[in-house]
């Protein structure tokens, strides 16, 4: 581990210790999810074509106590939140085909050095799975909060190069798809390094994702 992320997680490790436990949806006190918010985050999987070839399909719509605990996980360094998300990760993942490689769309340089952790991978783990980290980063990316569709695919576009993945399908894994700028231009990479076919996974789906065309559909799992 880096000195940098050696020191992060020391000092949130303190802080956790230190602080009082909060629910990270709704702040009822010594609690790290409650059970209405636990409630918010059971799986309701809704599935949407980006392209012709990439499908994704998301647990939880990005609201309320849902997008509060992504944050504090992502943002306050909660890393034990991860367990309180896997299940939802792990409903949308369970028809991933036996010989599927699993990888996480990797983090922005600046937020994994901010963080010292990554946090699909923490769910990921808690959920079963293995992020293989096939995705890398070629160059630097801003963060895509607060930019529109246009300026999000010119930030991500080429900025990924995949490992050889010949001959095997990929499950791509992110915690909210947006636009889907970012999961379209990792796609792409792997199918560049051989993949034989490509899905995405994520966490949550924010509304914007119905100004990619179609009505969201509701899956069973
Ligand atoms: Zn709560």
């Given at each position: 581990?880096?000195?940098?992320?050696?020191?992060?997680?020391?000092?949130r490790?303190?802080?956790?210790?230190?602080?009082?436990v909060?629910?990270?949806?709704?702040?009822?006190l010594?609690?790290?999810v409650?059970d209405?918010?636990?409630?918010?985050?059971?799986?309701?999987?809704?599935?949407?074509?980006?392209a012709?070839?990439l499908?994704?399909?998301?647990?939880?719509?990005f609201?309320?106590?849902?997008a509060?605990v992504?944050r504090?996980?992502k943002?306050?360094?909660?890393?034990?939140?991860?367990g309180?998300?896997?299940?939802?990760?792990r409903?949308?993942?369970?028809?991933v085909?036996?010989?599927?490689?699993?990888?996480a769309?990797?983090?922005?340089?600046?937020a994994?050095?901010?963080r010292g952790?990554?946090?699909?991978?923490l769910v990921?783990r808690?959920?079963g799975?293995?992020?293989?980290?096939l995705?890398?980063?070629?160059?630097?990316?801003?963060?895509?909060r607060?930019?529109?569709r246009?300026?999000?695919?010119?930030n991500?576009?080429?900025?990924?190069?995949a490992?050889?993945?010949?001959g095997v399908?990929?499950?791509?894994?992110d915690?909210?798809?947006?636009t889907?700028?970012?999961?379209?231009?990792a796609a792409?990479?792997?199918r560049?390094?051989?993949?034989?076919?490509v899905s995405?996974?994520?966490?949550?789906?924010?509304?914007?994702?119905?100004?990619?065309?179609?009505?969201p559909?509701v899956i069973?799992?």
């Open positions: 581990m880096e000195l940098a992320s050696l020191l992060a997680s020391s000092v490790d303190a802080l956790t210790f230190w602080l009082p909060s629910c990270a949806g709704c702040g009822a010594d609690i790290d409650c209405g918010c636990r409630a918010a985050l059971v799986p309701r999987p809704v599935s949407r074509v980006l012709p070839d499908t994704v399909t998301s647990a939880l719509a609201a309320g106590p849902v509060r992504i504090a996980l943002e306050e360094g909660r890393t034990p939140l991860a309180a998300l896997a299940p939802a990760l409903a949308v993942l369970h028809e085909p036996p010989d599927a490689l699993i990888t769309v990797p983090s922005t340089r600046a994994l050095r901010r952790y990554r946090p699909v991978e990921l808690r959920a799975h293995r992020d293989r980290r995705v890398g980063l070629r160059r630097a990316t801003r963060d895509q607060g930019l529109d246009d300026a999000r695919r010119q991500v576009g080429g900025a990924f190069a490992r050889p993945v010949a399908p990929v499950v791509l894994v915690d909210v798809v947006t889907g700028a970012t999961l379209l231009e792409r990479a792997l560049a390094a051989g993949a034989t076919g995405a996974v994520t966490l949550a789906h924010t509304p914007r994702c119905g100004d990619l065309g179609g009505e559909k069973d799992t």
